[in-house]
């Protein structure tokens, strides 16, 4: 997929911001904790004031050890030995400078640090989603015709009911309501209740309820239930935060707008609730387990961690190109590496042009610079790469984009690589209207091998190594033709 954070602010907009602040160099460099943080002013005073072409950043996380000793064995080592490239360029790894202390069988998701914060789980048993207030004052039939709620699955559940409201006005069930169970992105629901007069369903405390096909919905499952009136008044329905979410000791959570969620382009309601689910939470002996086995399980990841900084110290002293930033190394911080990289950069260099790209990514800087001298890209300015168009914006997954709230993005650069003229972050602030972009196809998005390409991602340790063989042979890292003698 995408680069969402690989692109790491996967349109121009966001992009823009993270240059913004490069001329932000009146506070002080910020101070990194973990390897390498013992000054890294000290670590590295030979740069103070030098000036380079092209500084290279490479994103990488704290444990692709093998991937950036590849690059230091292909396309960095091959520069390094160059008679004219070595004076003009200067190449970084950007690391984050702690790693997460959650272990990743605990985070609510991978890419984050956040602790899946389960406690007293309520097993074999089934929970109603919602409690409510004993007054009925703050129920109300209101003229919303479609009302809706959003929730989120740590752990996995199965949906056993769907249930609208009550209505103590009523004699028996009057109205004509359907409840739909949609899953994030899907314009397909998942499963439905339709509720009438002759089929309301049981009655449980203050809601009808119907049952529905069970199913699990598994961990980091987004979803969204709507109930819709099919009569001409509206639903019965209460604000959010008149609600008590019953979350089964931490399993499930109900997402507000405050917290960034979008409604689906497809709704056409207001946020609430107008009657509730029940639901049971499933392998809760494999769960008990879990959760037994954390403390032991944390021990010996924070023992892991310690390792880890140590094999990064010994690493950044011996090769001496690594910048560790002020941030917890995890994908969803890649946006916050690159803006701490670009702060370092402009605090402790001079230079004319920033190449961003990635440790899993083919790159052949030669050509880059022919580029930049037959196409004349030297000049200020410019934002030169390859450009998605029309790119969805992902609701769920390992580029989940919760706050920007367009279906789509804005044209967005590759995050394989790109370069950037450094004038462009004065530029940026006052003069937005003439910002022109250069795009270039041979700045590859997704991994394949062209003739004569500048930059391709996603690559393993041994296809960049061979890609790096095949360009030193012949000059092709794609391929070699066979010499006729």
């Not at 995408?2 to 009146?26: D, K, T, Y």
């Not at 069970?214 to 819709?228: A, C, D, M």
């Not at 934002?383 to 790119?391: D, P, S, T, V």
């Not at 996603?458 to 391929?479: A, H, I, N, V």
Request: proline share 6%; hydrophobic share 40%; net charge negative.
């Amino acid at each position: 997929m995408r680069n969402w954070l690989v692109l790491l602010c996967p349109c121009v907009l966001g992009a823009a911001l993270h240059l913004w602040h490069l001329w932000l160099r009146s506070p002080p460099p910020p101070r990194a904790s973990g390897p390498g943080a013992a000054g890294q002013s000290a670590l590295f005073p030979q740069w103070k004031f030098s000036h380079y072409d092209v500084v290279v950043g490479v994103l990488s996380a704290r444990n692709n050890h093998e991937l950036r000793n590849v690059i230091r064995n292909t396309w960095l080592k091959h520069l390094l030995q160059h008679p004219t490239l070595s004076q003009r360029v200067l190449v970084k790894f950007i690391i984050g400078a702690r790693g997460c202390e959650v272990p990743v069988e605990d985070r609510e998701d991978p890419y984050s640090c956040r602790l899946l914060n389960i406690t007293n789980p309520v097993l074999n048993q089934e929970i109603e989603a919602f409690n409510f207030p004993e007054d009925t004052s703050s129920s109300r039939l209101s003229e919303d015709q479609v009302v809706s709620v959003s929730f989120r699955v740590l752990y996995p559940i199965v949906i056993t009911s769907l249930g609208v409201f009550y209505d103590a006005n009523d004699v028996g069930f009057q109205r004509n309501i359907t409840v739909k169970l949609y899953q994030a992105e899907q314009e397909e629901a998942l499963f439905v209740a339709r509720f009438s007069p002759p089929s309301c369903g049981i009655q449980v405390n203050k809601l009808w309820y119907k049952p529905v096909e069970q199913f699990i919905l598994p961990e980091s499952f987004e979803g969204t239930i709507v109930w819709e009136s099919q009569d001409l008044h509206g639903l019965l329905s209460r604000n959010l935060h008149r609600v008590t979410v019953n979350d089964g000791g931490g399993v499930l959570r109900v997402i507000t707008a405050g917290e960034g969620t979008l409604p689906h382009e497809f709704m056409e309601g207001v946020e609430g609730v107008a009657g509730g689910f029940i639901y049971t939470i499933q392998e809760g002996d494999a769960l008990l387990r879990s959760l037994h086995s954390r403390p032991q399980r944390l021990s010996n990841h924070i023992q892991d961690l310690r390792v880890e900084d140590a094999l990064l110290q010994e690493e950044s002293s011996i090769y001496d190109d690594i910048v560790f930033v002020d941030v917890v190394d995890t994908y969803r911080n890649v946006p916050a590496k690159l803006l701490n990289f670009y702060r370092w950069t402009v605090e402790t260099t001079s230079f004319g042009l920033l190449l961003k790209t990635d440790d899993d990514c083919y790159i052949d800087l030669e050509a880059v610079f022919n580029r930049i001298a037959q196409k004349n890209l030297n000049g200020p300015n410019f934002w030169w790469g390859n450009f998605r168009l029309n790119w969805a914006v992902d609701r769920t997954g390992k580029w989940q984009e919760l706050e920007y709230p367009s279906p789509a993005y804005p044209a967005f650069a590759c995050g394989s690589g790109y370069v950037i003229s450094k004038d462009i972050v004065d530029w940026l602030a006052g003069n937005s209207g003439r910002l022109k972009t250069y795009q270039d196809s041979l700045w590859l998005c997704e991994k394949t091998c062209e003739t004569g390409m500048l930059s391709s991602p996603q690559y393993s340790p041994q296809e960049l190594s061979r890609l790096w063989e095949l360009k030193e042979l012949c000059g092709d890292p794609c391929q070699c033709e066979a010499k006729v003698q």
